[in-house]
């Protein structure tokens, strides 16, 4: 992954400075001017306004997670009633599978995934994901990512013992109509593309 880093000076004096994201609604601390992108990020800087900050809990732990997942399949007209496609030990792109190479909608991947030290699990690194994702620890939805970073902030979801974690990633019709200039796209994956890392701080 690439990241952007840039010292941006500002002649605006006027109050701190702090950093907005939108996809998150989340303010952050801007430290010496220093503007960190990742890929297909935006970030707004807000200047002199008193806004809240949101707490950053930086990962010094990362730790691949290793489960058998079962993934299921639903249409947008279907949708949330699931078809069971497969089992995976190792994640990969539904579209690699054979006869699923032009479908749209969402696919689930569901494991039953056993932990310890839950309390110090803060995130869940999905890696490349295409295109929407949305996660579900133990039923309860972690949020929403419509483009990269694919991180979930999983603070207090997760318990020792067995969790149940299920993460829905949705296409675009793009797979399925295929004519004109359209037929000349890149076709993208369809899900997951890499194992998921868990975060602890």
Same mark, same amino acid.
């Given at each position: 992954m690439i990241f952007v880093k840039y010292k941006v000076n500002f002649a605006n004096k006027q @109050?701190? $400075? %702090?950093?907005?994201?939108?996809?998150? *609604?989340?303010?952050?601390? /801007?430290?010496?001017? &220093?503007? /960190?992108l990742e890929p297909y990020q935006t970030i707004v800087w807000v200047f002199g306004e008193e806004n809240e900050l949101d707490?950053? /809990?930086q990962a010094s732990h990362e730790l691949l997670l290793s489960a058998?997942? &079962?993934? *299921?399949?639903?249409?947008? =007209?279907?949708?949330?009633? !699931?078809?069971?496609v497969t089992t995976m030990s190792a994640l990969k +792109?539904?579209?690699?599978?054979? #006869?699923?190479?032009?479908?749209? @909608?969402?696919?689930?991947?569901?494991?039953t995934v056993n932990l310890d030290k839950a309390s110090d699990i803060i995130g869940l690194d999905l890696g490349q994901a295409y295109e929407i994702? =949305? %996660?579900? /620890?133990? @039923?309860?939805?972690? #949020?929403? &990512?419509? $483009? +990269?970073?694919?991180?979930?902030?999983?603070? #207090?979801?997760?318990?020792? #013992?067995?969790?149940?974690?299920?993460?829905?990633?949705?296409?675009t019709l793009g797979t399925v109509f295929r004519g004109g200039l359209n037929q000349y796209l890149l076709?993208? +994956? !369809? @899900?997951?593309?890499?194992?998921?890392?868990?975060?602890?701080?």
């Open positions: @109050g701190r $400075a %702090v950093a907005y994201d939108a996809y998150k *609604d989340n303010f952050k601390a /801007v430290t010496d001017n &220093q503007l /960190v707490e950053e /809990v058998n997942w &079962q993934v *299921d399949l639903a249409d947008a =007209q279907s949708y949330p009633n !699931f078809e069971p +792109p539904i579209n690699l599978l054979d #006869g699923y190479d032009r479908k749209s @909608g969402t696919v689930a991947y569901s494991a994702a =949305q %996660v579900f /620890v133990n @039923g309860q939805s972690a #949020g929403i &990512q419509i $483009a +990269p970073p694919y991180r979930f902030d999983v603070a #207090g979801l997760f318990h020792d #013992g067995e969790n149940e974690l299920r993460i829905e990633v949705t296409n076709v993208e +994956p !369809f @899900g997951l593309t890499e194992e998921i890392k868990i975060l602890r701080k």
